[in-house]
């Protein structure tokens, strides 16, 4: 679980809690602060998330996303495979997103004793804040302020290796946590339509 984006500052300092699993896939969260919470789960092939990207409505531009994905990709080089699974915010000068990301290193892994691993991978999943610079005669320009790692795994055989598909689960956002105990029953997994898929135009340049 993650606290939802509307209880977060801008420089996304929020915790990620681990639930702890019970029989027939009951899981259970203990201590968690008031407030509203989105939930990831990962499984052995895919993962489902309702993460909340952006509190505005998604103003990004396809310049905007091309920008952003570039960014990201040329972040990192440890990582040689990237996938950004979604993107929100808001485009223009001093625009801000967030990207949903998942990286594998499909490489060899030299340890610190110089031993060089060749069977195994790394995944990390991540959230990227992004930021845009500059003035509006050079363009804008986006850059990496800040990633918080949700989950990192090192895959060796017989795991699944490579980048899983990530799929958004409306159910599991915005789940509201007080003081007593709360039973949220049975959750279903589902691939619903994630916010921000549709981009929006580019103004013509007059």
Sequence with gaps: ?????????KDMTNQVYLASLGANNAFSFYGLPPGKYDLFVLCENCFYEGLLLSREPNTLTEPDVRAIKAKVNESNPFFNVKNQHRIEGQGGTFGKARVLEQEVRT?????????????IQIRSIKL????????SKLGTHWEMK????????????PDTKGLIPGYFCKPLQGIRVATSVKDLGTITL????????SVVPAQESR
Excluded: Y
């Excluded at 990227?128 to 003035?135: A, D, F, K, N, Q």
């Excluded at 990633?147 to 990192?152: G, H, L, Y």
């Excluded at 589902?190 to 898929?197: E, L, V």
């Design 128 to 135: 990227c804040l992004m930021e845009s610079v500059g003035t």
């Design 1 to 9: 679980a993650t606290k939802n984006a509307r209880n977060i500052n």
């Design 146 to 157: 800040k990633t918080r790692e949700i989950t990192r795994q090192e895959m060796g055989p």
């Design 107 to 119: 490489l060899p892994v030299t340890l610190q004793s110089a031993e060089v691993l060749k069977h």
């Design 190 to 197: 589902t691939s619903d339509p994630a916010p921000g898929t």
